[in-house]
Structures are given as C-alpha cells and as structure tokens.
C-alpha cells in the first residue's frame, strides 16, 4: 500500500494563478482532510470529507474549493492564489470507527509570491 | 468553539531528565490524539486516548487524559536525543470528525 500521497511536493505560485493539489489514499478510507501548517504553528482544518459527494468547511475554507468524487481522491483547488497562502499543506485519510486515526501525507510546500 | 492549548511551546531538556508537556481543551471531546512532527516532515501517530483515565505507553512516552478536567499529559521519561521533534495534540469535537490541533511544543533534547 501506498498509504497517502500527495502532489507535487512542492510549488511556487505568482499571486492570481490557479492550482490544483492532489491527493489520494489506497486504504478505502472513508474520511479525507486537508489542512495547512504555517511555519512554527500547529495544523489548521481546511476541508474534510466523511465519503465521496460529501464534504464540509473546517476552521479555515476561504480561498479553497475540494470535491470528493471518489473514495480514493480528494483534490484542494487554490483559486486565486494570495501570499497568506503559502503554507505547507496536509493531507489525511481515516477509516472512521471508534479510533478514527489519521493517516498523514508527506505534505506539499506552496509558495505564493 | 473548541480550542487546544499547549504548553510550554518551547522545551530544552538534558538526556536523562523526566519532563511532561500539557494539552488543555476547551469543550468536550470524544478523542484526543498525540502526534510527533520531525523538522520537514509529515505527522507521525503516537497515541489515540478516548475515556478518562485513559494512560497508554510506548518506549519512553506515555500519555494520559482526564475527561472531567480536559486535559491531556504527554510524559517523557529518560529523555533521550531521538526524542528531539515537535509534538502536536488533536481534539476532536464530539460526535463529528473535525479536529482541532494544538500550536504543538517543540522538544530539543541535549545530549
């Protein structure tokens, strides 16, 4: 298995242009997340999701749009790039049950200047 | 809204040395995770807590969690150099699958 993977590893955007992050896990899990980690702080929920066609806000959604329209992907579309958000970003997958533990990706390195 | 605090942010500690870092939250929750950062790196899992009283170990870390005062210890016994990363506390507020991540406490151990 694979696990969680993510792409690309890392990006430089200029400030307006568009981009899509991928995302995907081969675990069959039914719940999938982004976050960001600005540099020194802890990670910020952005979108989840709790099955393919189902998604939801978390702490920080502005400036982001996800689908999930399979299990396997769930793609973070940046539009309008700013410089608040360069960021690395996260993903995770979870099986859900009582322990719901969050399997990570290695993340990707966003720079917006 | 469910908040996460952490403390000390910064932790500096000799090889040997016992330390404990804190996890508080806010509102009730049914899971608390522990995670450990290294620099560069994706989250590793450490530790999944769900009842009060709740104490699990593995090497040289052990976590525990009260319920009743919301808080969340994460012991360090006989630190040692690999033990060097950040450590990150996730709540998750009852009965959804958000989380709410601490600011995560960096821990340097000293040889």
């Known amino acids: 298995n694979a696990g969680v993977t993510q792409t690309p590893k890392f990006r430089i955007l200029k400030i307006g242009q568009s981009m899509t992050l991928q995302c995907a896990q081969d675990m069959n899990h039914n719940y999938m997340y982004w976050y960001r980690q600005d540099p020194g702080m802890g990670l910020k929920l952005i979108y989840y999701s709790v099955g393919a066609g189902i998604t939801d806000k978390g702490e920080v959604p502005n400036g982001y749009n996800v689908s999930r329209s399979t299990t396997e992907d769930f793609p973070l579309r940046l539009e309008l790039a700013a410089p608040s958000q360069t960021s690395v970003y996260f993903c995770a997958s979870s099986l859900g049950g009582i322990y719901n533990e969050q399997f990570f990706g290695p993340g990707t390195r966003l720079t917006v200047l | 809204e469910l908040k996460v605090e952490q403390n000390p942010l910064f932790l500096s500690m000799q090889e040997g040395k016992n330390y404990t870092i804190y996890c508080n939250y806010s509102?009730?929750?049914?899971?608390l995770y522990w995670y450990r950062q290294d620099p560069g790196k994706s989250l590793e899992s450490l530790f999944v807590?769900?009842?009060?009283?709740a104490v699990k170990q593995e090497g040289r870390l052990m976590a525990s969690l009260d319920t009743k005062a919301r808080l969340s210890t994460l012991h360090i016994t006989a630190a040692v150099h690999d033990l060097s990363a950040t450590y990150f506390c996730?709540?998750?507020?009852?009965?959804?699958?958000?989380?709410?991540f601490g600011t995560g406490t960096r821990l340097k151990v000293l040889a």
């Open positions: 509102t009730t929750s049914d899971r």
């Open positions: 996730a709540v998750s507020t009852s009965g959804t699958y958000k989380y709410i």
């Open positions: 807590l769900l009842s009060n009283g």
